[in-house]
């Protein structure tokens, strides 16, 4: 391997700074225009307090074996082994279960966003070796958009990553819209993050493009900050969770005033018959008009009228964020946008239409690259069984339960040890007291990481691993216009592995190290990944260099697509002739209203879009005891709870604590100044948080990041007071609806106090509490 030089991570790509071979720094790549400053953390946190240096086993499994149901994980100290004795014991754990209660027992569904790497990402890895071994219980969807992953299917005929390659892109928004309408705004933070990297951010550049052709901008969201102010965007503010009224209210407008696309809702579209008694209120007696939408979103009636005019009169893009959807009924939202967007003419125009997670991620809205990169081979999975992502408290503490999701009847299997590589529960998961009683309940949980966070912490065997500066690797963002070398700049600290030595040694003590490494060295795997890529990139025309070339160059760059700017739009297509270019959806057409979803019955979620009064709102009786609404969007300073322990997010914090932001005159109703330490709280579990006081948000609303590594003052504790400023303590673990089964984070109602006297230190990136023993052999 040639002389290091760099890495990816997906937040962007830097050169290495070494002295004396030791890191000591990340240097954005120089074609970079607006580098992420999350680099900065990875070279401090390395080396940090809270790195993971050997194996470590919690005492309570290591003298008492595993257990079902009782464990003590996250309050009993943890003693140091050695590798041999780690992997001998997991070995043993794997297959035992395997023996006594089948594969369907393993809990393989691990989440998280890993690495960059297309050969060291840990759930890739895992998935593999457990496949191998017989296979496991997994997961389906995302916590980023479980609602439209299992919704645009049935709608639009397209997933998630095809609705990406679908919409306009911001040289095309430039040239062809007129009028942005965003709901939940285009929050310019997110777009640091691409994931498998990014080598150039270039959404800000694509949005003020967009601000210099005249496209204007609408932002409706509770957040000033949801819409960045180089568009100089039209902000109207509204409560949140209340989107979809806001939608129907704007489509009654167009409707009403008979500004609607006949002809497109007729020849293009399913189901507008049965929508409109529901939308004008001949079937419940309840117009969904301007007014109506007004008493509950809290926008002048006004306002929404002659927005609906806009809409219909000029070329209008609708936008939704994915943060939406996770709401209680986070399906009408999305449903709705696309419905608004078929009654107002613009699906089929060019620059018109829906676009579902503009500025969730930095890929949405640029352009598509297509040059199929190899990563790691995962194999096929032997066990069928499944739950959606977000139902995995649900799993482990209800066994045998069975529930809805998408059509189907699932049933929870009884699972005793889980496998955990690359992600946080502890950060993605909502409740977290519910989480921590249901994380008791397994035999056995493993987990590798890097660092002594949350869930190494409430393990039972936890293996230190390495970070992306540790190992060779090579990176492909998603739609990103660049292959990456990944070189190796660092030695890994202490006796941290990488994932695939971790297996392969586990593997030969199951005998199975044949399949897993296939005789390959990690570096022999990474040549064999790249001369795929290179095979596979000639097959669509694209030529790229040997793979010593490439490793001493660290970058290609893939030639934009072929007719890019000429690309008839499946809409469009649709349009102009519906019969020849159908969608995939049983009908071939936009499904306003869907037999299928009709069919499963689901009392909350009916076969076209409605308002659907949320379980918590600022317009529920439970505002009365909490009348806080609580929005808990993604960080500026780390990806979702990756590298909390590093300068970036540590320097975000006040007193130590996570930022919460409160309107002035929330604030001054419970006497909170700024940077007071204040306490977060509601039935569900309570957190501190370092507060700021600005008309940023709207009255009623509060706005914490997510991320913040859970610190109890009494670990391992139902209950207890977090100190650091985690607001999963405070969100509700249920469904979207019986449809997708997704998170509802931001439907969350809490209230708020100055916390008075000495606040507890943040533990939080400490390494782990260990025996007095010290060690085990």
Same mark, same amino acid.
């Given at each position: 391997?040639?002389?290091?030089?760099?890495?990816?991570?997906?937040?962007?790509?830097?050169?290495?700074?070494?002295?004396?071979?030791?890191?000591?720094?990340?240097?954005?790549?120089?074609?970079?225009?607006?580098?992420?400053?999350?680099?900065?953390?990875?070279?401090?946190?390395?080396?940090?307090?809270?790195?993971?240096?050997?194996?470590?086993?919690?005492?309570?499994?290591?003298?008492?074996?595993?257990?079902?149901?009782?464990?003590?994980?996250?309050?009993?100290?943890?003693?140091?082994?050695?590798?041999?004795?780690?992997?001998?014991?997991?070995?043993?754990?794997?297959?035992?279960?395997?023996?006594?209660?089948?594969?369907?027992?393993?809990?393989?569904? &691990?989440?998280?966003?890993? &690495?960059?790497?297309?050969?060291?990402?840990?759930?890739?890895?895992?998935?593999?070796?457990?496949?191998?071994? /017989?296979?496991?219980?997994?997961?389906?969807?995302?916590?980023?958009?479980?609602?439209?992953?299992?919704?645009?299917?049935?709608?639009?005929?397209?997933?998630?990553?095809?609705?990406?390659?679908?919409?306009?892109?911001?040289?095309?928004?430039?040239?062809?819209?007129?009028?942005?309408?965003?709901?939940?705004?285009?929050?310019?933070?997110?777009?640091?993050?691409?994931? $498998?990297?990014?080598?150039? %951010?270039?959404?800000?550049?694509?949005?003020? &493009?967009?601000?210099?052709? /005249?496209?204007?901008?609408?932002?409706?969201?509770?957040?000033?900050?949801?819409?960045?102010?180089?568009?100089?965007?039209?902000?109207?503010?509204?409560?949140?969770?209340?989107?979809?009224?806001?939608?129907?209210?704007?489509?009654?407008?167009?409707?009403?005033?008979?500004?609607?696309?006949?002809?497109?809702?007729?020849?293009?579209?399913?189901?507008?018959?049965?929508?409109? @008694?529901?939308?004008?209120?001949?079937?419940?007696?309840?117009?969904?008009?301007?007014?109506?939408?007004?008493?509950?979103?809290?926008?002048?009636?006004?306002?929404?009228?002659?927005?609906?005019?806009?809409?219909?009169?000029?070329?209008?893009?609708?936008?939704?964020?994915?943060?939406?959807?996770?709401?209680?009924?986070?399906?009408?939202?999305? *449903?709705?946008?696309?419905?608004?967007?078929?009654?107002? /003419?613009?699906?089929?125009?060019?620059?018109?239409?829906?676009?579902?997670?503009?500025?969730?991620?930095?890929?949405?809205?640029?352009?598509?690259?297509?040059?199929?990169?190899?990563?790691?081979?995962?194999?096929?999975?032997?066990?069928?069984?499944?739950?959606?992502?977000?139902?995995?408290?649900?799993?482990?503490?209800?066994?045998?339960?069975?529930?809805?999701?998408?059509?189907?009847?699932?049933?929870?299997?009884?699972?005793?040890?889980?496998? *955990?590589?690359?992600?946080?529960?502890?950060?993605?998961?909502?409740?977290?007291?519910?989480?921590?009683?249901?994380?008791?309940?397994?035999?056995?949980?493993?987990?590798?990481?890097?660092?002594?966070?949350?869930?190494?912490? %409430?393990?039972?065997?936890?293996?230190?691993?390495?970070?992306?500066?540790?190992?060779?690797?090579?990176?492909?963002?998603?739609?990103?216009?660049?292959?990456?070398?990944?070189?190796?700049?660092?030695?890994?600290?202490?006796?941290?592995?990488?994932?695939?030595?971790?297996?392969?040694?586990?593997?030969?003590?199951? $005998?199975?190290?044949?399949?897993?490494?296939?005789?390959?060295?990690?570096?022999?795997?990474?040549?064999?990944?790249?001369?795929?890529?290179?095979?596979?990139?000639?097959?669509?025309?694209?030529?790229?260099?040997?793979?010593?070339?490439?490793?001493?160059?660290?970058?290609?760059?893939?030639?934009?697509?072929?007719?890019?700017?000429?690309?008839?739009?499946?809409?469009?297509?649709?349009?102009?002739?519906?019969?020849?270019?159908?969608?995939?959806?049983?009908?071939?057409?936009?499904?306003?209203?869907?037999?299928?979803?009709?069919?499963?019955?689901?009392?909350?979620?009916?076969?076209?879009?409605? *308002?659907?009064?949320?379980?918590? *709102?600022?317009?529920?009786?439970?505002?009365?005891?909490?009348?806080?609404?609580?929005?808990? !969007?993604?960080?500026?300073?780390?990806?979702?709870?990756?590298?909390?322990? $590093?300068?970036?997010?540590?320097?975000?914090?006040?007193?130590?604590?996570?930022?919460?932001?409160? !309107?002035?005159?929330?604030?001054?109703?419970?006497?909170?100044?700024?940077?007071?330490?204040?306490?977060?709280?509601?039935?569900?579990?309570?957190?501190?948080?370092?507060?700021?006081?600005?008309?940023?948000?709207?009255?009623?609303?509060?706005?914490?990041?997510?991320?913040?590594?859970?610190? @109890?003052?009494?670990? /391992?504790?139902?209950?207890?007071?977090?100190?650091?400023?985690?607001?999963?303590?405070?969100?509700?673990?249920?469904?979207?609806?019986?449809?997708?089964?997704?998170?509802?984070?931001?439907?969350?109602?809490?209230?708020?106090?100055?916390?008075?006297?000495?606040?507890?230190?943040?533990?939080?990136?400490?390494?782990?509490?260990?025996?007095?023993?010290?060690?085990?052999?």
């Amino acid at each position: 391997m040639a002389e290091p030089r760099q890495t990816v991570t997906h937040w962007g790509s830097y050169h290495a700074e070494t002295e004396d071979g030791r890191l000591v720094g990340l240097r954005p790549v120089g074609d970079d225009p607006y580098p992420s400053p999350i680099g900065r953390s990875v070279v401090d946190a390395r080396e940090a307090p809270s790195r993971l240096l050997t194996p470590m086993v919690r005492r309570g499994f290591l003298e008492d074996g595993p257990r079902k149901g009782g464990n003590r994980r996250g309050g009993e100290p943890f003693v140091r082994v050695s590798w041999d004795h780690a992997l001998d014991l997991i070995a043993r754990e794997l297959a035992r279960v395997k023996d006594e209660h089948g594969n369907q027992a393993i809990y393989g569904g &691990s989440y998280g966003w890993a &690495s960059a790497g297309r050969f060291h990402h840990a759930q890739s890895q895992l998935s593999r070796f457990l496949n191998l071994f /017989g296979g496991h219980t997994d997961k389906v969807n995302t916590y980023s958009f479980a609602a439209v992953e299992v919704l645009l299917p049935r709608v639009l005929g397209e997933t998630v990553l095809e609705h990406g390659r679908t919409i306009p892109t911001w040289d095309e928004i430039a040239a062809h819209t007129e009028l942005v309408v965003s709901f939940g705004g285009l929050p310019l933070k997110n777009t640091q993050i691409n994931p $498998g990297g990014v080598r150039r %951010h270039l959404t800000r550049e694509g949005l003020k &493009s967009c601000r210099d052709a /005249g496209v204007e901008f609408v932002s409706i969201s509770p957040l000033r900050e949801d819409a960045a102010d180089l568009v100089d965007p039209e902000r109207i503010t509204l409560r949140p969770n209340t989107d979809t009224a806001v939608m129907l209210a704007l489509a009654h407008t167009i409707v009403s005033e008979d500004r609607h696309d006949k002809d497109f809702l007729e020849a293009c579209c399913v189901g507008f018959e049965r929508f409109r @008694p529901y939308l004008m209120g001949e079937s419940d007696g309840q117009p969904k008009d301007a007014e109506w939408a007004a008493g509950i979103a809290g926008i002048e009636a006004d306002t929404i009228r002659a927005l609906a005019r806009r809409i219909a009169s000029k070329r209008t893009l609708i936008t939704v964020m994915w943060s939406l959807q996770r709401a209680d009924h986070g399906e009408q939202p999305c *449903w709705m946008a696309v419905v608004l967007a078929a009654v107002a /003419g613009q699906l089929g125009k060019v620059g018109g239409g829906v676009g579902i997670g503009y500025c969730g991620d930095h890929y949405m809205g640029t352009v598509q690259y297509a040059v199929p990169v190899a990563a790691m081979p995962k194999g096929t999975n032997p066990v069928r069984t499944h739950i959606p992502v977000a139902r995995i408290a649900d799993m482990l503490l209800n066994p045998g339960e069975t529930i809805d999701y998408d059509g189907q009847r699932i049933a929870y299997p009884d699972i005793r040890l889980v496998y *955990w590589c690359g992600g946080n529960p502890f950060h993605h998961h909502q409740d977290v007291n519910r989480l921590l009683r249901a994380w008791q309940e397994p035999e056995t949980i493993i987990v590798h990481e890097p660092f002594c966070n949350p869930v190494a912490r %409430h393990a039972d065997i936890v293996l230190p691993a390495t970070l992306m500066v540790e190992r060779n690797d090579f990176a492909a963002g998603r739609a990103d216009a660049h292959l990456q070398a990944m070189h190796r700049v660092a030695a890994p600290p202490g006796e941290a592995w990488d994932d695939f030595a971790i297996f392969a040694a586990l593997a030969e003590r199951l $005998g199975l190290a044949a399949e897993f490494t296939e005789g390959r060295s990690a570096d022999e795997w990474l040549r064999y990944l790249y001369d795929l890529t290179q095979l596979r990139a000639a097959e669509v025309g694209v030529a790229l260099p040997d793979f010593e070339a490439f490793w001493r160059t660290g970058s290609v760059e893939f030639p934009i697509p072929e007719g890019h700017h000429e690309r008839p739009w499946q809409y469009q297509r649709l349009r102009e002739d519906p019969e020849a270019n159908p969608l995939s959806t049983p009908s071939g057409r936009v499904e306003i209203f869907s037999e299928t979803i009709d069919r499963f019955g689901y009392d909350d979620c009916p076969g076209h879009p409605v *308002w659907l009064e949320p379980i918590e *709102w600022l317009g529920s009786p439970a505002a009365a005891r909490f009348p806080l609404h609580m929005l808990s !969007n993604q960080p500026k300073t780390r990806l979702h709870s990756q590298y909390d322990n $590093g300068i970036t997010s540590r320097e975000s914090k006040i007193r130590g604590r996570e930022p919460v932001t409160i !309107n002035p005159r929330d604030a001054a109703e419970r006497g909170i100044v700024d940077g007071d330490v204040v306490r977060l709280f509601n039935d569900r579990g309570a957190c501190l948080a370092g507060a700021i006081v600005s008309d940023g948000v709207a009255p009623g609303v509060v706005q914490i990041a997510t991320g913040a590594w859970y610190d @109890p003052l009494e670990p /391992g504790a139902v209950g207890s007071l977090d100190r650091h400023g985690n607001p999963n303590l405070l969100t509700r673990d249920a469904g979207t609806s019986k449809l997708a089964q997704g998170p509802i984070a931001q439907t969350t109602l809490i209230d708020i106090e100055r916390y008075d006297g000495e606040p507890p230190p943040i533990t939080a990136f400490d390494y782990l509490q260990t025996s007095p023993n010290g060690a085990a052999a």
